[in-house]
């Protein structure tokens, strides 16, 4: 077998010089790629972007090929994406008059034809993953679809914002994706639920896995013994990190650690001003080096408008720490198996939460104990890597079918 998995912006989990930030789709691909490569009758690559030339490399067993991707400097992404605003019904006009002209269907891309590999994994719908899984079905290669995110944020309910013809041609070919993968992974039932009713496709589920060891990591020196502990990007949109600003202004008796990648200079700016006795502030923390930061929380907080399934849930259940959210639950982790709270988007609520959870307690035990079991028995690495391989047995078993099928037709 010979799979390869596609997900340009995981350099940081191969590369220790890469210091870009990185998410749950991230970490999860190069989990599931390091962990198979270290099981017999495999041989894995993994495809990142780079913006100059590189040569193969082969990193804990994972043969390390690069996609040449362009890259433009924040100061100028943000220029074009703040310094000019269209009038909305010129936008409007501009793109009933190009929609048609959209290419209906991604096309394949040499650099996938040419991969030695018999299976895709990709994660995510955004080029050049989709453009992976045109390749495949053009150079005879198999393709799995991994979901990253929930599929409303994928097809919004209104395609005029501030790229219109991006978002329409971007909706498009997530919809060809879904339909023309063949085989697609949800992260969790409600995924599943969403494909079947919306899209009439029945998928994989593999949750996010989550490697479960005895080491106990010591407490890292910059923080306190005890602390609330937020981790993300300083995104105002998804992440709602000003949400998290406002609940330390509530609770200057609380000690926090935030972990936050600032996206802007203008974030970087506002970070520093909340800067404070409770709050140590820590702008990046490498993958393998984050796990003592959860380990001696106290609570999770996550401000998040909605997720898919972050890892960061499974890092704190994983030793026991308590989840509070302003809103998301994924696939019911925090209300149906008991990991957690949610506020229902209410920032009294969460106040409330925090309050009410910072303190030692029957209900917190309860939670603590409820986090660690639900790990255990649905995100361990072991048992999703199975998983996995017997999805990659199912879809080339299936291929060859078709194939005698055809050959015989």
């Known amino acids: 077998m010979r799979p390869c998995f596609v997900r340009i912006e995981a350099g940081p989990l191969f590369f220790a010089d890469d210091h870009r930030g990185i998410g749950g789709a991230e ?21 990142l972007g780079s913006c100059r030339p590189r040569p193969t490399e082969s990193v804990d067993g994972v043969r390390v090929h690069f996609l040449r991707t362009m890259r433009r400097s924040r100061d100028r992404a943000r220029g074009l994406a703040m310094g000019w605003q269209w009038p ?77 013809l991006k978002r329409m041609r971007d909706t498009r070919w997530r919809r060809w994706a879904i339909e ?8 969790s039932t409600s995924q599943q639920e969403t494909l079947r009713s919306r899209f009439g496709r029945e998928s994989a589920l593999i949750r996010n896995p989550i490697k479960i060891s005895n080491h106990d990591p010591a407490r890292p020196p910059e923080v306190p013994a005890n602390y609330a502990l937020w981790v993300g990007r300083s995104d105002h949109r998804g992440k709602r990190s ?29 970070l520093e001003q909340t800067r404070r006795n409770n709050v140590v502030l820590l702008r990046r923390v490498p993958f393998d080096a ?16 909605r997720e898919g399934f972050p890892n960061t849930f499974l890092q704190a259940a994983r030793w026991g720490v308590p989840i509070i959210t302003w809103q998301v639950d994924p696939d019911g982790m925090l209300t149906r198996h008991g990991c957690g709270r949610t506020a229902g988007g209410c920032m009294d609520s969460l106040s409330e939460l925090l309050n009410r ?5 029957p209900e917190r035990e309860a939670i603590s104990k409820a986090g660690k079991t639900y790990v255990r028995l649905h995100h361990d690495l072991d048992d999703r890597v199975a998983e996995l391989e017997e999805l990659i047995r199912k879809v080339h078993g299936e291929a060859r079918e078709k194939d005698k099928t055809r050959q015989s037709a």
Request: glycine share 2%.
């Open 27 to 47: 970490v999860r691909s190069a989990m599931f790629a390091k962990a198979l490569a270290r099981r017999p009758d495999y041989e894995v690559s993994f495809v």
């Open 88 to 164: 909305a019904d010129m936008i409007q006009r501009i793109a009933h008059d190009i929609h048609a002209r959209l290419p209906v269907t991604p096309k394949p891309w040499p650099f996938f034809n040419r991969l030695d590999a018999d299976t895709l994994l990709c994660f995510g719908m955004q080029p050049p993953m989709i453009n992976a899984i045109a390749s495949a079905r053009y150079s005879g290669k198999r393709s799995i679809l991994f979901l990253v995110q929930d599929l409303d944020d994928d097809f919004p309910g209104t395609i005029w914002n501030r790229y219109p």
């Open 290 to 305: 984050i796990e003592p930061y959860y380990r001696h929380a106290r609570l999770l907080i996550n401000t998040s408008l």
């Open 357 to 361: 959870f910072w303190q030692p307690g």
């Open 242 to 270: 000003d949400l998290c600003l406002e609940l330390i202004r509530r609770h200057p008796q609380i000690p926090f650690v935030v972990v936050m990648n600032p996206c802007s200079d203008r974030d970087a700016a506002e």
């Open 180 to 187: 023309h993968a063949d085989c697609i992974v949800a992260q």
